[in-house]
């Protein structure tokens, strides 16, 4: 294998998963609980590791409103075709995938302990009057003005000085949103360029590696998704790349393990590799408000509302029509007080905002 350099812009790292996780062989006191409740000791093992997920997302700031509640999530399409390939109870399956989930997070948590965020640039600026959300907002903003202006080591220190604010306990902003809306991260992924790279019959997880440390982003592999889409860790990928966005490079040798099966999404500030149903129909799909005041401007009362609906079938029609509920899928939108909440995959999303940008454009006045 041969690597050459590459255009470097830091962040902390998520350790990737090898294979699909073992499942703990349940205690005595898991199959008293489960006789005395009468359910699978699998559901019983599936909600202790449910609780330990919140826990550990709790304790990096990333407990999403979708991931609070009570109860056992429905399983996804994925997970209940794996569980039907395979000839296994879909609680196996999903208490696979959440102990997978949370030995990343273990993993992130360790990994920011034995390095913690260096400085920046911006980090060094004079501190803002105000509360600390709206200094993060300034960050966000100033990073998405950079990012227009293609100025992406810049951007970048400027989402760093935001995340670092966001860790003192501050859950009033919720910064994976922002960013996911803004598409600053993603927009930095799409322009780090891998400047050369070699593999030859190389396992994919090794060439996965390989992207990780040359563009020192965080990449997460549901390998338990990549191994019901026909790829295991040691299905062998080969290709010379050069000046490539590290997107393109992760499609690429995708499509060659498994082709049209395997997608790249950006989720906040971490790059997701899963399969494509997995994607849109798992666990990646945030429920996100869009203020669109300003595109039914001049609009009131029951006319506000027309136009706000009128905006709303405009966005079904445009965004993958046939992901929409009313159309036989499972995403969801509602309108009020032009406020669209929309809860759709992380890909959608930023879609949507970049529909919605063209909009805005579109409508602003001529100079």
């Known amino acids: 294998m041969k690597i050459m350099s590459v255009i470097l812009l830091p962040l902390f790292s998520l350790t990737v998963i090898g294979q699909v996780p073992a499942i703990p062989k349940a205690d005595s006191i898991d199959l008293a609980d489960a006789q005395k409740r009468g359910v699978p000791v699998l559901q019983i093992q599936f909600e202790k590791a449910l609780q330990e997920n919140a826990a550990l997302k709790k304790q990096i700031g990333d407990l999403r409103p979708a991931d609070v509640g009570s109860g056992i999530p429905k399983p996804t399409a994925a997970e209940s075709a794996a569980a039907k390939s395979r000839a296994v109870n879909v609680l196996q399956v999903q208490l696979e995938n959440t102990i997978q989930e949370n030995t990343t997070l273990r993993n992130q948590i360790a990994d920011s302990k034995e390095h913690p965020p260096q400085p920046s640039l911006s980090a060094s600026k004079p501190a803002l009057v105000g509360d600390i959300p709206s200094q993060i907002a ?57 400047t050369e790279v070699k593999w030859d019959k190389v396992a994919i997880s090794v060439a996965i590696e390989d992207l990780k440390k ?23 990928v080969s290709g010379t790349f050069s000046n490539v966005p590290l997107d393109k490079m992760l ?22 590799v899963a399969s494509r149903l997995d994607l849109s129909m798992g666990r990646y799909n945030p429920t996100m408000q869009y203020d669109v005041t300003d595109l039914i401007a001049g609009a009131r009362g029951q006319q506000a509302q027309v136009a706000l609906n009128t905006l709303e079938k405009t966005i079904k029609s445009k965004i993958e029509p046939n992901s929409w509920v009313e159309n036989g899928g499972t995403k969801t939108m509602t309108a009020s007080n032009n406020i669209l909440t929309i809860q759709q995959s992380t890909e959608n999303q930023r879609q949507i905002t970049i529909l919605l940008r063209a909009m805005r454009k579109s409508s602003a006045p001529t100079k």
């Open 214 to 236: 040359l563009s020192k982003r965080s990449i997460f592999v549901n390998w338990a998704s990549l191994k019901f889409a026909g790829v295991d860790q040691n299905t062998l």
């Open 138 to 194: 300034v960050h966000l903003k100033t990073a998405q003005n950079l990012t227009s202006k293609g100025e992406y080591k810049a951007a970048f220190d400027e989402v760093e000085a935001g995340l670092a604010l966001n860790s003192k306990d501050q859950p009033s902003i919720t910064l994976r949103e922002e960013i996911i809306k803004k598409d600053i991260f993603g927009e930095i992924i799409r322009a780090t360029n891998i």
């Open 251 to 272: 499609s690429t040798i995708l499509d060659q393990a498994s082709p049209s099966k395997l997608g790249v999404t950006v989720d906040g500030v971490v790059v997701i």
